[in-house]
């Protein structure tokens, strides 16, 4: 059996659209598709978070989640289940602040606050 696709859809101006989508493999890796609107022929394995990363930027470039897919070996693309319109992916991790600095530590504070 063939692994379900995340899939996403980017619509031009003039009509035409192109896909990209994503398959969780269960073994942290994921297969990734894209190509045309409905004939996914490209193909690539990638580690399963640089998937996800790379589905929450072509959320930003404007790609929307359409639903769930089956992906032939053709790149025939069956759509099995519609996300809702507003789906949004999850944000991505952000790195923790770095701590604030003492600004008496930095500039060396005098024992009478004045500072150098």
């Not at 589905?55 to 089956?70: I, P, Q, S």
């Not at 099995?80 to 952000?94: I, N, Q, Y």
């Amino acid at each position: 059996m063939s692994p379900l696709y995340r899939l996403f859809r980017y619509e031009h101006g003039d009509g035409t659209a192109k896909e990209w989508a994503y398959a969780d493999l269960g073994n942290g890796t994921a297969q990734i598709r894209w190509g045309p609107a409905g004939r996914l022929r490209q193909s690539q394995s990638k580690p399963l978070p640089i998937a996800l990363e790379r589905a929450r930027e072509k959320t930003l470039k404007g790609y929307a989640a359409v639903g769930r897919a089956d992906i032939d070996a053709t790149g025939a693309v069956v759509l099995l289940s519609r996300e809702p319109p507003d789906h949004r992916m999850p944000p991505a991790v952000t790195p923790a602040p770095k701590p604030a600095r003492d600004i008496a530590a930095l500039l060396g504070a005098d024992d009478d606050g004045f500072y150098f």
